[in-house]
T-cell receptor, first 111, second 117 residues
Framework: GEDVEQSLFLSVREGDSSVINCTYT??????LYWYKQEPGAGLQLLTY?????DMKQDQRLTVLLNKKDKHLSLRIADTQTGDSAIYFC???????????FGGGTRLMVKP | GAVVSQHPSRVICKSGTSVKIECRSL??????MFWYRQFPKQSLMLMAT?????????EQGVEKDKFLINHASLTLSTLTVTSAHPEDSSFYIC?????????????FGPGTRLTVL
């Protein structure tokens, strides 16, 4: 089946840029998403990218997609302490309506 | 963005009781809703897909008689944990699918923390 993988942990200093990486195996992915989860809360959709796009920027967030390598990244510019959370990437294939989630990357922002 | 609510946000119950969790899409209609379970420091595990007006589709290993799902309207799905036991203690999250010709995603509820004593 499909597989989505992320590194477990990332630590950055406030003001620096954060880059969270994700790899996936399903070549039929249509949408790829980034969700943010704060402690004790549900998932918040941060941004998404359609599979025919290479890059998408939304304020401090930049998503890069390398479809050939099946690699997705989320860059957070000027990272703030409020960005500390777990970030999940997810992909949706063309066939169904389910999402396949990565294991989540815990981002810690140090002041 | 679209809003999905869940109630209750937290529940503590005794072993053997049943607990109902509601998931509502507040500003859009969702023919498909999903129920996930999340263990501490782990990713989300899909339990079942809830389709309005029809039976839910359960993932392998999820007991359908234990986790009853009802999707009676386009804005409401309920998950009932029947005869709950301590091992059912978890964080349960629902999501509602929003699908338009140009965009398709799931919006998540805030989650329900279930503790079974």
């Amino acid at each position: 089946g499909e597989d989505v993988e992320q590194s477990l942990f990332l630590s950055v200093r406030e003001g620096d840029s954060s880059v969270i990486n994700c790899t996936y195996t399903d070549s039929s992915s249509t949408y790829l998403y980034w969700y943010k989860q704060e402690p004790g809360a549900g998932l918040q959709l941060l941004t998404y990218i359609f599979s025919n796009m290479d890059m998408k920027q939304d304020q401090r967030l930049t998503v890069l997609l390398n479809k050939k390598d099946k690699h997705l990244s989320l860059r957070i510019a000027d990272t703030q302490t409020g960005d500390s959370a777990i970030y999940f990437c997810a992909e949706k294939d063309n066939a169904g309506n389910m999402l396949t989630f990565g294991g989540g990357t815990r981002l810690m922002v140090k002041p | 963005g679209a809003v999905v609510s869940q109630h209750p946000s937290r529940v503590i119950c005794k072993s053997g009781t049943s607990v109902k969790i509601e998931c509502r899409s507040l500003d859009f209609q969702a023919t498909t809703m999903f129920w996930y379970r999340q263990f501490p420091k782990q990713s989300l595990m899909l339990m079942a897909t809830s389709n309005e007006g029809s039976k839910a589709t359960y993932e392998q290993g999820v007991e359908k008689d234990k986790f009853l799902i009802n999707h009676a309207s386009l804005t409401l799905s309920t998950l009932t944990v029947t005869s709950a036991h301590p091992e059912d203690s978890s964080f349960y999250i629902c999501s509602a699918r929003s699908s338009t010709p140009s965009f398709d995603t799931q919006y998540f509820g805030p989650g329900t923390r279930l503790t079974v004593l």
